[in-house]
């Protein structure tokens, strides 16, 4: 499994972006996935992870309610709708799958919040 994250950018306080994880693979429909985040100088955190089928959702509560994480199984695609974006969102944003039982892990996208 391949994966690659995209939509990082730089956005003011306050608005809207949208992380998109393309995966490769036709078994992808069957994994689970997430996306996590590190900010500068801190551990790697658990932002939101989805089910196969996409029926269950999980948030960390410093983004609960602000964002929503989706799949598209006919796509092969993960994305991540963050909202009110806060400074503390400011960090590299990495989509994970579990194959199988094993960790993949897509290359990260930036994503800094500005005041």
């Known amino acids: 499994v391949q994966l690659q994250a995209s939509g990082g950018g730089l956005v003011e306080a306050g608005g809207s972006l949208m992380l998109s994880c393309a995966a490769s693979?036709?078994?992808?429909?069957?994994?689970?996935a997430a996306w996590f985040r590190q900010a500068p100088g801190k551990e790697r955190e658990f932002v939101a992870a989805?089910?196969?089928?996409?029926?269950?959702?999980l948030y960390g509560d410093s983004v609960k309610g602000r964002f929503t994480i989706s799949r598209d199984n006919a796509k092969i695609m993960v994305t991540l709708q963050m909202k009110n974006l806060i400074l503390a969102d400011t960090a590299v944003y990495f989509c994970?799958?579990?194959?199988?039982?094993?960790?993949?892990w897509g290359w990260g996208t930036l994503v800094t919040v500005s005041s």
């Open positions: 989805i089910t196969s089928t996409g029926s269950r959702t």
């Open positions: 693979g036709s078994t992808f429909s069957l994994d689970a």
């Open positions: 994970y799958a579990d194959h199988l039982g094993d960790d993949f």
